[in-house]
């Protein structure tokens, strides 16, 4: 089926254990985002990409890492993760010049100990 | 920077009964988008409604429509004739249409959790 995958669903990390969280598109979509949802803070830009090779941080970059590398897969890195990045993290993309908003993938929560 | 503001936490609403979401949002652009998504306790993210600020004609899907009132800077989202599987969290979104760092990425509020009672 067409759409965002995000892997892996769920995933428990130690505090300073490194990790990649997986999202790829299969819609040949060139903007990609990653976003994190906390309870009462809505969902918040870490990074985004408006093509393969060009990425720029969002609002709460600090601790992870992208690259986009093919248009298919925007993966984000947690080099050193702390129990402040436990949250659900939403992938997300679009199409350059459509309108009708971004597809969202199903979301990876992590809870970090 | 854009802002967006949901001012309901929370919200219920009696089955079969109609309920409005309040949302404003704060920009000096004047070409832009804005957006309602759900979000059941599946997690999944849904695009409910979507409005063009050049279009003054208040967007409809069947039973959610908006309120798009571009000079208040409000975008409020009614539900008719609720349903038990309207229960979820409700966000707006807002989207700058112009190039330019940061630009076509979704700033969200912090949404409005709604229960459907039957």
């Known amino acids: 089926n067409a759409g965002v995958t995000q892997t892996p669903k769920f995933q428990v990390l130690k505090t300073g254990q490194s990790m990649t969280l997986q999202c790829a598109q299969d819609?040949?979509?060139?903007?990609m985002s990653w976003y994190r949802q906390d309870p009462g803070m809505g969902l918040r830009l870490i990074h985004y990409s408006v093509g393969a090779g060009i990425t720029d941080q969002g609002e709460v970059p600090n601790g992870y890492n992208v690259s986009r590398s093919t248009t298919e897969d925007f993966p984000l890195r947690l080099l050193s993760a702390a129990p402040s990045q436990t949250s659900v993290y939403f992938c997300?993309?679009?199409?350059?010049?459509?309108?009708?908003?971004?597809?969202f993938g199903s979301g990876t929560r992590l809870t970090v100990v | 920077a854009q802002t967006v503001t949901q001012s309901q936490p929370e919200m219920s609403v009696q089955e079969a009964e109609t309920v409005t979401l309040s949302c404003t949002y704060d920009t000096s652009e004047n070409n832009y988008y804005l957006f309602w998504y759900k979000q059941p306790p599946s997690r999944q993210m849904i695009l409910v409604i979507r409005q063009e600020a050049y279009k003054q004609q208040n967007a409809t899907e069947n039973r959610f429509s908006v309120n798009f009132q571009k000079a208040a800077k409000s975008f409020s989202l009614k539900i008719s004739d609720s349903q038990l599987g309207d229960t979820a969290m409700y966000f707006c979104?807002?989207?700058?249409?112009?190039?330019?760092?940061?630009?076509?990425?979704?700033?969200f509020g912090k949404g409005t959790k709604l229960s459907v009672i039957p």
């Open positions: 997300a993309s679009r199409q350059s010049g459509q309108t009708y908003g971004y597809t």
């Open positions: 819609m040949n979509h060139e903007y």
């Open positions: 979104a807002f989207m700058m249409t112009l190039s330019g760092a940061g630009s076509y990425q979704l700033t």
